[in-house]
């Protein structure tokens, strides 16, 4: 049993609380790598934004569970080394799907994981999400469970079609689960094509598809049922038009790949939403710079010199997000 607090690691009930009152949302980057994770922490560092570091079920199976964990314990030492004196880092399981899985992350050290019961009946999902709460709550980890079913395939987890949370079922959810965080479905969605072409409309200036608006009056009703209550955003990289382009530019092949429209997540982050998950944004801006060397310098066979720039990419991609969307810098 290792406790995240040794690691330097904190939990998500602080900071989730100071970003509902201050208007801001904490960033949720997923990490399977160690351009990643160094890509975020310097993000992080540079900005003094607080952040969570996600780890899926996939990348546990990619990059090993214990490896993992020894890199997030790095991560807090090597924000302290970029002059981050006390660094705000959780580190977050991401879509557990069993009590079990949630249980080894906590032993492990995570400081916040995340139990989705989303895909059973409803009092199945409650049952799953509250014998991890009182499990996790023992050792004063934080729990987000999820009402509601998102589109989209993310690793391990996907879904045809999404229903939205049922503002009337927040409370009672909440109260039996006694979660901390809830991830609720209005419309976001997981992966790089977060809508059908049909789904959209299309700008006639540049052709570019349009994705239609997230449901806010469901999000408006959530917060009225569970006023101050920490409300999380699944699956909301904004796929970066610029970064299609480079992909498709430089041998790739992304159609009509299409994510949430940063506006509307600027609106969100001002809201009780406190934590925005974004990951394919970071595969798309990491795929789009090691293309890019791979087309103009063929003869290139150094993995740093690939990996560099793509992690250069990413750096200033999470600056971006947290900068000039979640407003969550000068926050830590
Ligand atoms: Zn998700």
């Given at each position: 049993?290792?406790?995240?607090?040794?690691?330097?690691?904190?939990?998500?009930?602080?900071?989730?609380?100071?970003?509902?009152?201050?208007?801001?949302?904490?960033?949720?980057?997923?990490?399977?790598?160690?351009?990643?994770?160094?890509?975020?922490?310097?993000?992080?560092?540079?900005?003094?934004?607080?952040?969570?570091?996600?780890?899926?079920?996939?990348?546990?199976?990619?990059?090993?569970?214990?490896?993992?964990?020894?890199?997030?314990?790095?991560?807090?030492?090597?924000?302290?080394?970029?002059?981050?004196?006390?660094?705000?880092?959780?580190?977050?399981?991401?879509?557990?799907?069993?009590?079990?899985?949630?249980?080894?992350?906590?032993?492990?050290?995570?400081?916040?994981?995340?139990?989705?019961?989303?895909?059973?009946?409803?009092?199945?999902?409650?049952?799953?999400?509250?014998?991890?709460?009182?499990?996790?709550?023992?050792?004063?980890?934080?729990?987000?469970?999820?009402?509601?079913?998102?589109?989209?395939?993310?690793?391990?987890?996907?879904?045809?079609?999404?229903?939205?949370?049922?503002?009337?079922?927040?409370?009672?959810?909440?109260?039996?689960?006694?979660?901390?965080?809830?991830?609720?479905?209005?419309?976001?969605?997981?992966?790089?094509?977060?809508?059908?072409?049909?789904?959209?409309?299309?700008?006639?200036?540049?052709?570019?598809?349009?994705?239609?608006?997230?449901?806010?009056?469901?999000l408006?009703?959530?917060m009225?049922?569970?006023?101050?209550?920490?409300?999380?955003?699944?699956?909301?990289?904004?796929?970066?038009?610029?970064?299609?382009?480079?992909?498709?530019?430089?041998?790739?092949?992304?159609?009509?790949?299409?994510?949430?429209?940063?506006?509307?997540?600027?609106?969100a982050?001002k809201s009780a939403v406190?934590?925005?998950?974004?990951?394919?944004?970071?595969?798309?801006?990491?795929?789009?710079?090691?293309?890019?060397?791979?087309?103009?310098?063929?003869?290139?066979?150094?993995?740093?010199?690939?990996?560099?720039?793509?992690?250069?990419?990413?750096?200033?991609?999470?600056?971006?997000?947290?900068?000039?969307?979640?407003?969550?810098?000068?926050?830590?």
């Amino acid at each position: 049993m290792v406790s995240y607090k040794e690691l330097g690691l904190v939990n998500t009930r602080d900071m989730f609380a100071k970003a509902i009152k201050g208007g801001y949302a904490i960033p949720a980057f997923n990490f399977n790598n160690m351009e990643q994770l160094q890509a975020i922490i310097k993000a992080a560092a540079e900005t003094k934004s607080p952040v969570i570091l996600q780890v899926s079920k996939g990348a546990r199976n990619y990059a090993n569970p214990t490896l993992l964990r020894y890199m997030a314990q790095g991560a807090v030492e090597y924000a302290k080394e970029l002059g981050w004196e006390k660094p705000q880092i959780v580190l977050h399981l991401d879509h557990g799907d069993s009590f079990e899985l949630c249980k080894d992350c906590v032993d492990l050290g995570f400081s916040s994981v995340m139990i989705d019961g989303s895909a059973l009946p409803y009092e199945e999902n409650i049952a799953l999400s509250k014998k991890v709460a009182d499990y996790a709550h023992q050792y004063d980890v934080t729990v987000e469970a999820e009402l509601g079913v998102l589109a989209g395939v993310e690793d391990e987890v996907q879904a045809e079609e999404s229903h939205y949370t049922r503002p009337e079922e927040v409370i009672d959810f909440s109260k039996r689960t006694g979660c901390d965080s809830l991830a609720i479905s209005i419309g976001t969605s997981h992966g790089a094509y977060k809508f059908k072409p049909e789904q959209c409309t299309r700008d006639p200036k540049t052709g570019r598809l349009v994705p239609p608006p997230l449901a806010f009056d469901v999000l408006d009703a959530i917060m009225e049922q569970l006023p101050g209550f920490p409300i999380v955003l699944h699956g909301s990289s904004s796929v970066p038009q610029e970064y299609v382009d480079m992909i498709n530019k430089y041998g790739g092949k992304l159609p009509d790949a299409v994510g949430i429209p940063e506006e509307q997540l600027r609106k969100a982050s001002k809201s009780a939403v406190c934590k925005i998950n974004i990951d394919s944004d970071s595969r798309l801006a990491f795929t789009a710079a090691v293309r890019k060397v791979f087309a103009e310098k063929p003869g290139e066979f150094d993995p740093r010199k690939y990996c560099g720039p793509a992690r250069d990419l990413m750096t200033e991609l999470y600056k971006h997000k947290i900068i000039n969307v979640l407003g969550s810098d000068n926050k830590a």
